[in-house]
């Protein structure tokens, strides 16, 4: 079989990539599914949620160099801003390349979020990210507690 593109081996969101002295990678809380919570009033978030997105690749058959693009698509189907791109070189064989993308995802619309990898503008695959967008509760102010007074001693 001669593949003319490099293989994807993985491609997941997590909160964090260990990179081990050793050169193995470790991807901790591997996830799927995003909860976001807006103040009542807010129409963005007071501050964006961080994610990982890690894209490891190997070469199989495909020698030569080339450029991973990484391309966020909204629910209703529209490029997002910040397309990602990394020029790679592929060795052959097992040799390969990792690409760890730290994002701040920021957003206030529930649904279906995609991030596509392409290797010189050709399709490789497509990662999902399920967003839930919530309104946070609003904190309602705790009553004082009056003391009670103190009567003096005759």
């Known amino acids: 079989m001669n593949n003319k593109l490099p293989y994807v081996t993985v491609a997941t969101f997590c909160e964090k990539v260990l990179n081990e002295e050793d050169g193995v990678l470790s ?5 799927d599914t995003m909860k976001i919570q ?8 007071d501050a964006p949620q ?5 894209v490891v690749m190997k070469s199989g058959d495909f020698i030569g160099k080339g450029v991973v693009k990484i391309v966020g698509v909204s629910p209703d189907g529209k490029e997002l801003k910040g397309v990602v791109t990394m020029p790679m070189t592929f060795e052959g064989g097992a040799h390969g390349n990792n690409l760890i993308v730290s994002m701040a995802i920021r957003t206030n619309k ?3 979020y995609w991030y596509e990898t392409y290797f010189n503008d050709k399709f490789l695959t ?4 399920s967003v839930y967008v919530t309104e946070k509760p609003t904190e309602k ?5 009056s003391l009670p007074k103190k009567s003096k001693a005759k």
């Open 141 to 145: 102010p705790q009553p004082t507690k």
């Open 50 to 54: 961080m994610a990982n997105l890690l």
């Open 38 to 45: 807006l103040t009542k009033d807010a129409a963005q978030l």
């Open 110 to 112: 529930s649904g279906l």
């Open 126 to 129: 497509r990662t999902p990210l």
């Open 27 to 31: 991807a901790i809380r591997i996830f």
